[in-house]
């Protein structure tokens, strides 16, 4: 987790929040991360992150059997060509529906994969190095948005990505 961390923090704009205890945030959230363009260092108010670590299973989202020792995942929004590209072969193996608790595979996010979220429980030898390049995509694309938003008295140019 400690390279992936290290690769988002070094972006510029990066807001990373790590909710812990006593941070006002739900104890649900607590050790998890998630990441948004913020140079200014605020949320934004209309705008999810475009990636998450998370640590633990989420009542809605058990698939990936996170509370074992160890398991984590990284979840980033890839958009829907590439989340099909990149977690293509893991969305519909031959034996049936995707093993969302298989790691070092990139596969569709267990809730939100429809969405353009992609998913990998404990990125590793064959996924890591893609992975921390669909971060880098991920937050400039976020960072185009931010921008959109704020030219032209911040009315929008051009699609949403």
Do not use: C
């Amino acid at each position: 987790m400690q390279r992936i961390l290290e690769a988002v923090r070094a972006l510029d704009g990066v807001l990373e929040l790590a909710p812990t205890e006593g941070s006002g945030f739900p104890e649900l959230a607590w050790g998890d991360h998630f990441f948004y363009y913020a140079p200014d260092g605020n949320v934004p108010e209309r705008e999810q992150p475009y990636a998450t670590i998370v640590t633990k299973d989420y009542p809605d989202d058990t698939a990936s059997d996170l509370d074992g020792e160890g398991r984590w995942r990284l979840n980033v929004h890839v958009g829907k060509a590439v989340a099909a590209e990149v977690a293509g072969e893991g969305a519909e193996g031959a034996a049936g529906p995707p093993d969302f608790a298989a790691s070092d595979v990139f596969l569709p996010h267990p809730v939100y994969g429809s969405l353009g979220w992609i998913a990998v429980v404990v990125p590793g030898e064959r996924t890591l190095d893609r992975a921390v390049g669909l971060l880098r995509d991920a937050h400039e694309r976020a960072r185009r948005r931010a921008l959109r938003r704020t030219s032209v008295g911040g009315t929008r140019a051009g699609a949403e990505d």
